[in-house]
Each structure stands twice: as C-alpha cells, then as structure tokens.
C-alpha cells in the first residue's frame, strides 16, 4: 500500500530544493504545490515578514472522513547548512548526500512521509478524522517558525512532530525548558602600565564572579552552562567591559527559575563586590514537555507504533523541538523519531525502511484514533 519508489522519490526531490533557514522560499512552493495537487487549501501565515525570511509556516485542514477527534501532524521545512547544490544518492537501502552538504532528511524525511501517507489514504479509501498538519519555518534557528504560528487557527487536541532523532518507534514525552542568559560586566578603562589604580577591571570582576556560580549539571533534571565570553579592548587597557552568554535548562520549570535566580544573584553580587556593574538578561526560549506514559497522546503513540510491528520506546530529551512550541500551546505533544542519522554533518543518512516506517506510525496514529472513537 505504501509506494516505495514515489516516497523515495519525494523525499529526494524535497532534500535536494535548498531551504537553510531564512531562505524557505523554493521548499515552501514546491510543497504547497503538491499539497494543492491533493486537493488541499493551504494557507501560509506572516511568519516570513516577522522573520525577514522567504516563507511563512504552511498549514492544511484535512476534513475527515469520519468523525474523531481533531489531529495535527507537524515537520519543519528549514535545514541547517551547507545545504546548496544538495545531491542524494542512493546506496545499499541508505540515502544520502554526496558528501560535501547535509542530506535533509531532518526533517524532509518527515514531510515525504506525510504526503506519502495522505496518498495512501486517498488511494485506498482509508478513513479518517480531521487532520491538521503544519510545516514551519526557522526551527534549526530557535524555533522561530513555530513561535510565530497562531496556534488558536488550529482544532487539533493532540499533536505528532516529526523531528526527534532514534529509531521509527522511539516518542519524545519530556524536554526541557530553557533560559538564555546574558551577562555584562561595566568596569572603568585606565592605562595599564601608567595608572592601574584608577580602572575597574571588567574581565577580573566577571572571572572571580563566574568562579562562584554552578556550571555543568546541577542535578538530574537540570544543566546550566557558560558558553561565550567577550571583553576588553587592549592588551595594555584595563577591561571596562565584558560579556558572556550562558544558558540553563530543566525538565522542571521550577528548578529553572531556581537556578537562573541563583546564577543572576551570584553574578550581580560578586561583580557588585569588585567595584564594577553588573547586567543580567534572561529570555525565556522555550516550555518543557512533561508527558507520562498514562497521557492520551503517548498512549495513541504506543498503541499505533505498536500496530505497525515495531517496538515504541519513550524517552526524555536535552533539547527543544517545534514540539515545545506546542504543547507550551496548549495542543498535547509528543515528538516522534523518523530515523534520520547524523543530522546537521555533511555524514547524514536515512535509511528507506525508515522512510517508510515513519509512513506506516502516521497511518498507524490516524488509524487509532478513529478507533478510539
Ligand atoms: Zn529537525
């Protein structure tokens, strides 16, 4: 039923159209064509303005065959780079790229699915509930598609990415929320050799201050790190200024607010104590996900990927996803694992079994709903 060579087809179609985010704009037409050549109205929101980039998010409503509940299915059309003049190649039941780009199976292997799997229920008369499917902008550069999206045009109750690393079968049902923090130390120039006594050395004042704070994993839930450090002007001036960009993260929100307090306070005092001023900013990037097995959406995932044959392993992640965005949103969310390889190196691969296991679980999760009707 699934139609291997149209799927593999598509998907290398798809993984050799450019699309680094920002620059969406050949991926974003070729999909809205083919999902006009389904039948389908596709609408695109002002991401693309709000992000000075070539394409908004694109969304469908897929009206159902037959009563159920409201479901979304969402993939991202950006990729990272080097990602021009992409050429995939198949070998030994593997695609990827020729070596000198990344191949674009994250997450193109998730759109390819998807159309092959709106094929199928058309081809066999398959039925099925109301269906949404969204494919945003800018994920690989914080999110930003996502966070753009008016989620209030959506019905769905429950929602699928299309984007986690692991095998067909694997459910993402925990990810953390994440602060970005920037640091800034104001110090006071003065010659080095001539008058030292009169600056406030900024790099001093911000390197005794990050020797006190944590750094690292601070428990099981939750990590924090420094990441970039920038300051002074000349070997033989006294630093009058300093930065540094660090983050934190935590499955637990609370535990996040801690810690960033934490960091902040110390920073503040510590700097204070040197004479010099201090700023922090924090901007929250991102709500954690905190699923339990028991959950409507995990369970749908299990039950489906275990429809198809294959093993569903749920698992807890360091990182955001357009899943994030969603269920911060309020639409129950889960990301699933499609099986692509080394993504974001010019070494990424995606086996076509996976291909079209990712094809069979979104089958597999249309199906189940109904049946939970
Ligand atoms: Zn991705």
């Not at 005794?208 to 033989?236: K, W, Y």
């Not at 990037?285 to 699923?291: D, G, M, Q, S, T």
Request: charged residues 25%; glycine residues 10%; negative net charge.
């Amino acid at each position: 039923m699934i139609n291997e060579s149209r799927l593999i087809n598509s998907f290398i179609t798809m993984a050799q159209i450019p699309s680094i985010s920002g620059r969406e704009g050949k991926m974003r037409d070729y999909l809205r064509a083919q999902l006009q050549e389904r039948g389908l109205e596709v609408n695109e929101d002002e991401a693309g303005l709000a992000l000075q980039g070539e394409a908004g998010n694109l969304w469908v409503k897929i009206p159902a065959s037959v009563e159920a509940e409201t479901i979304l299915f969402a993939a991202h059309m950006d990729t990272v780079g080097p990602g021009e003049g992409i050429q995939a190649i198949i070998e030994d039941g593997v695609i990827k790229s020729k070596g000198n780009t990344i191949l674009g199976s994250d997450d193109k292997a998730a759109i390819a699915a998807l159309l092959e799997a709106l094929d199928v229920i058309r081809e066999k008369r398959l039925p099925h509930g109301p269906l949404e499917l969204l494919f945003t902008v800018g994920e690989e550069q914080g999110l930003q598609g996502a966070k753009q999206f008016d989620f209030t045009s959506l019905k769905a109750t429950m929602a699928y990415v299309l984007d986690a690393g692991g095998d067909p079968g694997v459910i993402v049902i925990q990810s953390p929320c994440q602060n970005e923090i920037e640091y800034k130390v104001y110090g006071k120039p003065a010659h080095a050799g001539i008058n030292p006594e009169k600056g406030i050395n900024a790099i001093q004042a911000a390197a005794l201050a990050l020797s006190r704070m944590p750094c690292g994993r601070i428990d099981e839930e939750t990590t924090c790190n420094l990441g970039i450090i920038q300051g002074g002007t000349a070997r033989n001036i006294v630093a009058d200024y300093c930065q540094i960009k660090g983050e934190a993260r935590s499955l637990n929100r609370s535990r996040l607010d801690q810690i960033t307090q934490t960091l902040k306070n110390t920073f503040m005092e510590e700097v204070q104590r040197q004479g010099a001023r201090a700023e922090v900013e924090v901007k929250f990037l991102y709500p954690e996900i905190r699923l339990d097995p028991e959950d409507r959406v995990v369970k749908t995932a299990v039950k489906a990927i275990e429809s198809t044959g294959l093993q569903p392993r749920l698992e807890s992640t360091g990182g955001g996803s357009d899943a994030s965005i969603i269920h911060g949103n309020g639409i129950p969310c889960v990301n699933l694992g499609i099986g692509m390889s080394n993504v974001h190196s010019c070494d990424e691969y995606i086996k076509i079994s996976h291909l079209i296991k990712d094809t069979k679980i979104i089958l597999a999760i249309i199906n189940e709903i109904i049946k939970e009707k």
